[in-house]
């Protein structure tokens, strides 16, 4: 079976670090998805106005080869668990799935605008599937090692100056990103500077304790 893209998203991360862990987990995080031009027709989106999420089914395009074994941020990165009891990229077949809320619908152009995805930006989409509630929540799953959801991690500080840097519709959605603490789990220094590009800037900051500062943003 050979997989081609039917489209590719935009999103404001154009590096790993920062994006959120699942999908969901900013909704005010914004994506748009561009199809390629062999699908995009309206055609093949008459009627997804009647749903209000869909499943995305896309590649991890910057994931190379696959171990057996992987170490989950959520364990702290110190337990490994076998690579199909996660959902890390290093897979034998590196695809991933996320659950995102359609924002609206560009039909006559074939663009969807989504909420809440955790893909980087110029991420291949190779399927699109709408969210059924009834067939595609289970109440009585079990979660195992992420039975629940991650609560807000840090308090985060940012002088009102370095975030007027930031376009306003982008501000809830950066401290949401950052109180979810976007370091790998095994990381804890205090005297470390960490950046990431988020919306066409450079995000700089140090964390100390539970308190996150942003330091600097600036056009990256």
Not at 50 to 75: K, M, N, Q, Y
Not at 98 to 117: F, L, M, N, T, Y
Not at 161 to 175: T, Y
Request: net charge negative.
């Amino acid at each position: 079976m050979t997989l081609t893209p039917i489209a590719y998203i935009q999103t404001e991360f154009t590096e790993k670090f920062g994006i959120p862990r699942q999908s969901g987990l900013v909704p005010g995080l914004r994506g748009t998805i561009r199809f390629t031009p062999e699908f995009r027709q309206a055609e093949t989106l008459r009627g997804l106005e009647d749903f209000t999420h869909l499943w995305l089914i896309w590649g991890f395009s910057e994931a190379s080869g696959w171990t057996p074994t992987v170490r989950p941020p959520r364990l702290g990165g110190n337990t490994r668990l076998g690579v199909f009891a996660t959902r890390s990229p290093y897979r034998p077949n590196p695809l991933g799935l996320s659950a995102v809320e359609i924002e609206r619908i560009e039909q006559d152009k074939a663009i969807i605008h989504v909420r809440g995805a955790d893909l980087l930006d110029g991420t291949p989409i190779y399927d699109i599937k709408p969210y059924i509630p009834y067939a595609d929540s289970i109440p009585t799953a079990k979660g195992g090692f992420a039975d629940t959801a991650p609560g807000t991690v840090l308090q985060v500080q940012v002088p009102d100056a370095a975030l007027a840097k930031l376009p306003p519709d982008r501000q809830s959605a950066l401290m949401q990103v950052l109180a979810l603490d976007p370091r790998p789990s095994y990381q804890d220094d205090p005297t470390r500077i960490y950046g990431f590009a988020f919306a066409g800037c450079e995000i700089n900051f140090q964390v100390v304790g539970n308190v996150l500062t942003i330091l600097d943003i600036h056009p990256s």
